[in-house]
């Protein structure tokens, strides 16, 4: 029986040892093998004449090609873990689902170039494995393209190899009516395929894996998954992968036995795969070491999360010239190489027009539509929904239903386009399908940039003027009044607007009207430039506050000069703008955002320079001369003492000049625009200068505060401690101390009048009394007032600790170094920690802000610890000081690198006091190395150190035995100190 068995089996299969001869597309490699064992039963029971016509009814099915999976076009392991996971779990899972009784399809629609082939290929692949694979079919094949009876074919193929009754069910139906193997697809389903579904076995799902259905033009493949497979028994499961081409989706979407697989392709969640994909590549190759890891970065963040734009880059640098060189131009929008190449850019590009080509170029109202909406997409500055596109493009007449028509047709080219929610933001595919729309498409799909920021500046204006009105946004108005000329008022606060708060239309034409106006090429039309100067010209208050209060850049000045042609305004008009300028520049200077005030105080103060010669009424004069001042302010407090010094010149010149004909009126100004020279001359560290201008400023409030007390005793209050700090810095101690001392009764007494105020000023006056008197040599003095600063610091933490920690903090920090300096170092140490606790808190809130001053307190406590004899806790806080200022001089070297070498210095001398001399070398080294740049560029500042830190190393190299290398340090010291000046 063996040998005869065997011997039919030879004869049955012919040469090629195929079962299913020729049949050799089909894809279930493992399941040819099994079945040849069962077919030599069959052989026994039927005899060979009837194997012969088995085999010549399966014959007669054909052998149609695309049809078998490809390992080498599967996913890297690793990668679409989730959803191969996802889908494999529901293919073969027995349950059905209560809504539906027969087979169902999952349907795996992806943008292009997203890997839904590589995700196909890899599911088929896995399910023929476990055996529940049946057949699977890939549109996209490069032979000659599989059909919808290509696809019927070996399906039934596949049946075959369930088990030999299902097998001889078919054959027989072929044998007794041989036209049904080249029949139409849909007669074979029906003729085939569903009268032998009763013999298949419930215990298992029998799996169909199509792949780039979008690829199969002729709809009867898309008219079977519609219509048959509903009639398959649920056992049936189909995996279908697609390009979300409109006709399959017209086909498909929606249907009871379709479930939509969730599970996105691209963007965020894909590009950890991607990353994965990269790295892989790159480690075989022989350049990888030349990718930095910021590079690696970039290329990650510029993919997208698309497989085909990171794998067609990897392929163009792969065979480029200066691997890394060319992967950083591509990530920059700068290889020529990269456009140019028919591989590379150009392979993208093919797929993008491919895809373009199926559309209805021949329909007007399409093409009409494809221009606004697409024109869009690729120019807003950032993606918007359809609706807020709807409501944004609504003055032109385009509904949320045009939109939703052209991205449904356009679902390819974009991200994860959702057909339900309208408020979820449209994203392009990837850059790369702006960059060919825009540059290289040819007609008709190419888009014209220009046209669509021309269409959006005007759109953006128009959403302005429509929404940005006190009663749809009733924060507006925050800066309105005239507290702005009177310096004696606060800064009026900035009310935060939230993104929610705003309708998606005017969120985004405040942040991006001046970007689609800077892109304009041409000069704007009359209707444009009537609406900019309606919202920028005449009422600018709403837009600058809507652009303060979202945090968003509106530039005034080069958008008034769009309209310029005009004519400059009236001074009237000028003067109305003037002042809202300068009430929106205090906003923001007060809540620290001096750069933006910046722009808005230099237009104010430009609004007058039609004007400077004409004689202006003496308002019109201190407005100006305010404006001034506030636009020295500003330049001194964003470090450009130089540029302010002429502003608030002219300041003070226009009002000496108004107070000897309007004193009362004039002499505020005056000692606000001197009060604010002083502040420039320190900066200019001219301070005798600063001096003389300070003692005029505190003789003019003491005469201000006698008639209104009230009004200006805390300015009286402020030049005291200016003057006291101009005596300071002249070195004149005891006379700052004797100032600061009137300054801190004038505050008590202001306080003990007033319960409302809350101690802040009163506390910052101590504090500076303490560091005068410090510097005056009276340091018991200075513990006593730090005491008390830090005494109400903790009032004021108590009633309001977001706003009052980082003072405490600062506050505990002093009182610990006065302390120190007084040789009570273990008084200080309490001080201390508590400081380092609170700034702790804080860092964890604000690295950027509080990190400096962490690290400062940790550098101070741990000379504290040491200079108590705690000396195994001194490296513990040295080590984190260091690992903070390593931080801090990595963002801003010129800043911090003077303080990582000192802290590196004590570290290295704390490790070798701990007997760990051998660890002090390397922060030893790196101290010296550091400080030797310092001195290169300022060697009076650093040399002395530099000495030091020698010094201290040529101790450590000798501790180590390294005599050699100490003496070299001890001769670089030498040399140093023989060009010092004796005192150093
Ligand atoms: N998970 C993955 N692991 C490795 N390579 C992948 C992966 N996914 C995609 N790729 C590679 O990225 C490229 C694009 O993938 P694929 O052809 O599968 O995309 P697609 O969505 O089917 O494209 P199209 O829309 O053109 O049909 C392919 O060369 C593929 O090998």
Not at 273 to 291: C, E, G, N, P, W
Request: hydrophobic fraction near 40%.
């Amino acid at each position: 029986m063996q040998n005869r068995a065997e011997r039919s089996y030879d004869a049955a299969t012919g040469s090629d040892r195929s079962i299913l001869y020729g049949a050799s597309g089909f894809t279930l490699h493992n399941a040819h093998l099994q079945t040849a064992d069962r077919i030599n039963n069959t052989y026994n029971i039927h005899g060979d004449s009837k194997v012969i016509e088995v085999n010549e009814a399966l014959r007669l099915l054909g052998n149609p090609k695309g049809c078998a999976w490809d390992p080498a076009r599967a996913c890297l392991d690793g990668t679409r873990v989730v959803h191969i996971e996802a889908i494999t779990s529901w293919a073969t899972s027995l349950e059905a689902e209560p809504t539906t009784s027969g087979a169902r399809i999952l349907l795996v629609p992806g943008p292009a170039g997203s890997g839904k082939s590589a995700l196909a290929h890899t599911i088929c692949k896995e399910l023929s494995r476990s055996g529940h694979l049946v057949c699977s079919v890939f549109f996209d094949h490069t032979g000659p393209q599989p059909t919808a009876e290509d696809f019927t074919v070996v399906l039934v193929q596949g049946l075959c190899t369930v088990d030999d009754p299902v097998k001889k069910a078919i054959v027989e139906l072929i044998i007794k009516n041989k036209t049904l193997a080249s029949a139409p697809a849909s007669r074979q389903i029906e003729d085939l395929v569903l009268p032998i579904v009763a013999n298949l076995p419930s215990t298992r799902t029998f799996v169909v894996g199509i792949d780039a259905l979008d690829e199969q033009r002729n709809p009867s493949m898309l008219k079977l998954l519609r219509d048959y497979v509903p009639r398959l028994p649920s056992t049936f499961r189909f995996v279908l992968t697609t390009r979300p081409d409109p006709l399959v989706m017209q086909y498909l979407e929606n249907r009871p036995h379709i479930i939509s697989f969730l599970h996105p392709l691209v963007g965020e969640s894909s590009k950890a795969d991607v990353k994965t994909f990269i790295v892989d590549r790159l480690s075989m190759t022989d350049y990888q070491t030349a990718i930095s890891a910021k590079l690696l970065k970039a290329f990650i963040v510029k993919s997208e999360g698309l497989f085909l734009w990171a794998e067609t880059v990897l392929n163009h640098i792969d065979n480029t010239y200066g691997h890394a060189e060319e992967l950083a131009d591509i990530i920059d929008g700068a290889s020529s190489d990269w456009t140019k190449t028919e591989t590379a850019a150009g392979k993208l590009e093919k797929l993008y027009e491919h895809i373009l080509s199926k559309l209805r170029w021949n329909n007007d109202r399409f093409v009409e539509k494809y221009n606004i909406v697409i024109g869009a997409l690729v120019t807003l500055q950032e993606p918007l929904s359809r609706r807020g596109l709807a409501e944004l493009y609504s003055p032109d007449g385009i509904t949320e239903d045009d939109v939703h028509g052209i991205c449904m047709l356009l679902r390819t080219l974009l991200k994860d386009y959702s057909k339900d929610d309208p408020t979820r933001p449209i994203h392009l595919l990837h850059l790369s399908v702006q960059e060919y729309l825009v540059q290289r498409a040819p007609q008709p799909f190419r888009i014209d940039c220009e046209v669509h920021h021309k269409s959006l500046s005007r759109l953006c204006l128009l959403a302005i003027q429509r929404e940005l009105t006190p009663a749809k946004v009733p924060i507006l108005g925050y800066s309105d009044g005239d507290w702005v000329w009177d310096v004696t008022k606060k800064n009026r606060k900035i009310p935060v607007l939230l993104r929610a708060s705003l309708t998606e239309p005017l969120w985004y034409s405040i942040h991006h009207v001046n970007a689609h106006w800077r892109s304009l090429r041409e000069e704007a039309g009359k209707e444009h430039t009537t609406l900019l100067r309606e919202i920028i010209v005449e009422n600018p208050r709403p837009i600058l506050e809507a652009a303060a209060s979202t945090r968003s850049k509106v530039d005034m000045i080069s958008l008034q000069h769009k309209v310029w042609p005009h004519g400059p305004p009236s001074l009237a008009l000028a003067r109305r703008m003037a002042k809202i300028y300068v009430s929106l520049g205090r906003c923001l200077y007060g809540a620290n955002r001096a750069a933006e005030a910046l722009p808005l105080l230099q237009g104010a103060v430009s609004q007058y320079t039609p004007y400077k010669d004409d004689n202006l009424d003496t308002t019109a004069e201190l407005q100006l001369a305010a404006s001034l001042t506030w636009l020295g302010l500003c330049l001194c407090y964003l470090d450009c003492p130089d540029d302010a010094l002429p502003h608030v010149e002219k300041a003070v010149t226009i009002c000496r000049q108004l107070s000897l004909t309007h004193a009362n009126e004039a002499r505020v100004a005056l000692a606000y625009s001197l009060e604010t020279k002083g502040h420039v001359l320190d900066k200019l560290k001219r301070y005798d200068k600063a001096y003389d201008i300070d003692v005029e400023v505190l003789d003019l409030y003491r005469q201000l505060v006698v008639a209104h007390p009230e009004k200006f005793q805390h300015r009286l209050g402020l030049a005291l401690r200016n003057l006291a700090w101009s005596l300071d810095a002249c070195k004149k101690h005891e006379e700052a101390v004797v100032v600061t001392q009137e300054e801190v009764e004038l505050r008590r007494k202001m306080m003990e009048r007033d319960t409302q105020i809350s101690g802040a000023g009163l506390v910052m006056s101590l504090e500076s009394q303490a560091r005068y008197l410090i510097n005056a040599k009276r340091k018991p003095e200075a513990v006593e007032c730090s005491q008390e600063a830090v005494e109400i610091w903790r009032r004021l933490v108590h009633d309001n600790p977001e706003k009052f920690n980082s003072g405490l903090a600062d506050s505990l920090y002093n009182m610990a170094s006065d302390l120190y300096s007084c040789d009570r170092v273990a008084d200080a140490i309490p001080f201390s920690c508590e400081a380092i606790k609170i700034r702790h808190q804080l860092v964890a809130n604000n690295p950027s802000t509080f990190e400096p001053d962490l690290a400062n307190s940790l550098y101070n406590h741990a000379m504290y610890t040491r200079m108590a004899g705690r000396i195994t806790e001194v490296v513990g806080y040295g080590q984190d000081a260091v690992e903070i200022r390593h931080r801090l001089v990595h963002d801003d070297p010129e800043k911090f690198n003077a303080g990582l070498a000192d802290s590196l210095h004590n570290m290295a001398s704390d490790l070798d006091e701990c007997g760990r001399v051998a660890d002090a070398i390397p922060y030893s080294c790196e101290a010296i190395q550091i400080r030797r740049k310092l001195v290169a560029n300022d060697p009076s500042a650093f040399e002395p150190d530099l000495a030091n830190y020698l010094n201290n190393h040529a101790i450590y190299l000798e501790g180590l035995g390294r005599t050699e290398e100490a003496l070299e340090c001890r001769r670089e010291r030498d040399d140093i100190q023989s060009r010092l000046p004796a005192q150093s």
